[in-house]
C-alpha cells in the first residue's frame, strides 16, 4: 500500500507509518506549548510522508506561535497544493495573513470558507470582524491621504485642554521657556512645532530676525516621574494635557537626535540594556526594583517593542517618554518594529489608546505615530557595541553592493545619514534594522517572518570586522533564559517580557555594561499584573 504525492511521489507504508508516529509525538509537544520542537517533530513527519495536508497545517499553528507569519503563509499554501478543498489551509493562511497585517488576502480566505462551508458559524464570524477592521483601516487611510497633510504635533494647542479638578495624581511642575514666536498655535487652533519654526527662521536669512517670547510650559522632574510610575501602578491614567504636552516635548526632543545615537559610558556609572517588553508595565517596575531606578548614574537603553500584545503599553510608552525626558543623556529608547502603525493597529496599542482616552484616543495614537517615527533606530556604545532592535543586512541593502568591488557589508554611516521618519517599510536598511534575526548557519536566508531576513555567523563576524565593534546586542526574540549568546560572542539577544503574553514560561533578562564594556548578564521572571489579560484591546488575536 502506497499514498500518492500531488507531485506524483509514491509513499511506501512504513513511511505512512512513521509519519504518522511523528506527528503524534508532534502533537504531544504542541499541547505542552513546546512550539519550536513541534515544528522539528512536524519537519520529520513531512519528510517522512509529504502527502498529508495536515502536517503542513499544524506545523503552521507553531509557526504562527512562534512569530513565523511568513513560514505560517507557506505551509498553509503546502496544504492547499495537496487538497484545494483542505478548510484548515484557508484558516491558517488567513492567520497569518492577518498577523503581516494582510487583511484584504486573510478576508478573502475566510470568504472562500464561508463559501464551501454556508454553516461555518465561525468562519463566518471571522470573515465579518475582518472584514470589518480592513474597511475601517482603508477608510482611515483614505480620510488621511485626502487631508492636508499637518502633524499633528503642530496643530495641538494645549491650551484647550485643561487638568481636571478632581485629579490627585503627581502634578507637572511649571518652567519658563524661550521660543520663536511663530511656533505658538495660532487664532484658528493651528501651530508649529517649535523645531518647526526655527526651521522656517533660519530660511529667512539675516534679513528678518524672528520674534522671541518667552512662555510657561509644564515640565518633568523626578518627583513627577516618581509619581508617575506609583500613578500607573495602581491603573490610573494621566490627563489629556499632561498626555499631550510629554508626548509634544518628547517628540521634540528625539527629531534632535541623530539616527544612530552615540553612547558613552563614564566612571562610576552602568548602562542597563533591556530588550523587548511589550507592555508588561509591571514587569517594568520589577526591572527597577532588581537593577535600580534610572538616573544619571545608572542609565538604561531600551531596545524597542515598548508597545502591544501586554495591556499596559500606555503605561510603559508615557513612563519612558517622562524618564527620556528627564535623563536625555542617560535614558535611551531605539525604535522596534511594533512603534509603527501597522502593528499597532492589530497587536493592542491603537485599541488600547482609545480605550483609555476615548474622546482624544484617535487624535493621542496618530501623534505616538508621529513621536515613534522619531526614535533613533540604533545606539553605538563608545564606537565597540552595536545596539540594535532587529539585527544584521542583506547584502543588497549595503550601498556599496552595486559596486564591482563592494563587499556588501552595510556601515554604521549608512545609518547615521538615513532619514527615519517614515514607517519601518519605508526602506530595507529600516526594515531589517527592526525585522531580522540570526541563525546559526553561516549565510542569509529570508526570514520566516515574511519580511527581513535571517543572517548567520559569517554575516555578523564580517559586520563587526568592517564596523570595528566587539559585539551586536538586539532584541526582537523570545529566548527562553531571557538571553542567548550566539555568533560566537558576537550576537546577543536579549528579551525582557518574562511569561511572554501571559502564555509561556520564558524568562526575562537585562545586561549590565560597564565603562570598559564588560557585560553581566541579569535574569528574572514574571510578577503578578492587574487582571487584564495579552491582547485584551488586539485585533489579531481573535483570528488565530
Given amino acids: 500500500m502506497t499514498n500518492q504525492a500531488a507531485a506524483g511521489t509514491a509513499v511506501s507504508e512504513e513511511a505512512v507509518r512513521r509519519g504518522n508516529e511523528l506527528k503524534v509525538e508532534a502533537n504531544a509537544l504542541y499541547a505542552k506549548k513546546l512550539y519550536v520542537e513541534a515544528i522539528e517533530k512536524y519537519t520529520q513527519a513531512i ?19 512562534t512569530e513565523g507569519y511568513g513560514a505560517a503563509r507557506d505551509d498553509a499554501n503546502a496544504a492547499l497544493a495537496l487538497d484545494p478543498g483542505f478548510i484548515k489551509g ?20 475566510y470568504r472562500e470558507v464561508t463559501q464551501r462551508v454556508p454553516t461555518d458559524a465561525v468562519a463566518r464570524q471571522k470573515y465579518i ?5 480592513y474597511r475601517r483601516i482603508q477608510f482611515e487611510k483614505a480620510i488621511d491621504s ?111 537626535l541623530p539616527t544612530l ?18 507592555g508588561q508595565y509591571y514587569d517594568v517596575l520589577n526591572i527597577f526594583k532588581l537593577n535600580g531606578f534610572p538616573s544619571s548614574k545608572l542609565m538604561y537603553l531600551f531596545n524597542g517593542d515598548f508597545v502591544d500584545r501586554g495591556s499596559f503599553s500606555v503605561e510603559v510608552i508615557m513612563l519612558f517618554l517622562s524618564l527620556k525626558l528627564l535623563y536625555p543623556d542617560a535614558f535611551f529608547l531605539n525604535r522596534g518594529n511594533h512603534e509603527s502603525v501597522g502593528m499597532n493597529q492589530l497587536y493592542g496599542f ?5 480605550a483609555k482616552y476615548p474622546v482624544q484616543g484617535k487624535r493621542l495614537f496618530a501623534l505616538f505615530q508621529e513621536t515613534f517615527e522619531a526614535l533613533p533606530i540604533g545606539h553605538l556604545v563608545q564606537d565597540k557595541i552595536f545596539v540594535v532592535h532587529g539585527g544584521l543586512y542583506s547584502r543588497s541593502t549595503a550601498k556599496n553592493s552595486a559596486q564591482p568591488d563592494g563587499d556588501g557589508v552595510v556601515r554604521l554611516s549608512e545609518l547615521r545619514d538615513m532619514s527615519r521618519f517614515y514607517q519601518p ?61 550566539a555568533h560566537n560572542g558576537q550576537m546577543v539577544t536579549v528579551f525582557s517580557a518574562p511569561n511572554y503574553c501571559d502564555a509561556s514560561t520564558n524568562k526575562g533578562a537585562y545586561i549590565r ?14 510578577v503578578p499584573h492587574p487582571d487584564v489579560k495579552a491582547m485584551a484591546y488586539a485585533n489579531v488575536g481573535r483570528f488565530m
Fill in 425 to 485: 517599510n519605508h526602506n530595507s536598511l529600516m526594515c531589517e534594522s527592526l525585522w531580522s534575526d540570526p541563525q546559526p548557519q553561516n549565510g542569509r536566508t529570508p526570514s520566516p517572518r515574511g519580511t527581513a531576513i535571517q543572517y548567520g555567523p559569517d554575516v555578523t563576524r564580517e559586520f563587526c570586522e568592517k564596523n570595528g565593534l566587539t559585539m551586536v546586542i538586539r532584541s526582537h526574540q523570545q529566548v527562553d533564559e531571557g538571553y542567548e549568546i
Fill in 129 to 133: 470582524e475582518c472584514d470589518k477592521l
Fill in 350 to 354: 491603537e485599541g488600547e489608546v482609545r
Fill in 146 to 256: 485626502e487631508a492636508d497633510r499637518k502633524r499633528v504635533a503642530d496643530s495641538v494647542d494645549l491650551s484647550k485642554f485643561t487638568v481636571p479638578d478632581d485629579y490627585e495624581g503627581p502634578r507637572m511642575p511649571l518652567r519658563k521657556r524661550t521660543v520663536p514666536k511663530s511656533s505658538l498655535p495660532t487664532s484658528d487652533g493651528s501651530g508649529k512645532s517649535a523645531g518647526e519654526g526655527a526651521a522656517k527662521n533660519a530660511t529667512k536669512g539675516a534679513e528678518e530676525e524672528e520674534e522671541m517670547v518667552e512662555i510657561e510650559e509644564e515640565c518633568v522632574d523626578l518627583d513627577f516621574v516618581k509619581g508617575v510610575a506609583d500613578w500607573f501602578r495602581d491603573e490610573k491614567t494621566l490627563p489629556e494635557r499632561y498626555m499631550y504636552a510629554i508626548l509634544l516635548q518628547a517628540d521634540r526632543l528625539l527629531r534632535q
Fill in 90 to 109: 484557508y484558516f491558517r493562511r488567513a492567520a497569518a495573513h492577518s498577523l503581516l497585517g494582510l487583511l484584504k488576502e486573510a478576508r478573502s480566505d
Fill in 513 to 526: 555594561i560597564a565603562p570598559d564594556l564588560s557585560c553581566t548578564y541579569h535574569k528574572f521572571v514574571a
Fill in 47 to 65: 519528510a517522512s510522508d509529504p502527502t498529508v495536508p495536515a502536517y503542513y497545517t499544524n506545523r503552521a499553528q507553531c509557526h504562527l506561535h
Fill in 261 to 278: 545615537v552615540d553612547v558613552t559610558v563614564p566612571d562610576d556609572t552602568v548602562l542597563t540594556v533591556c530588550g523587548d517588553v511589550h
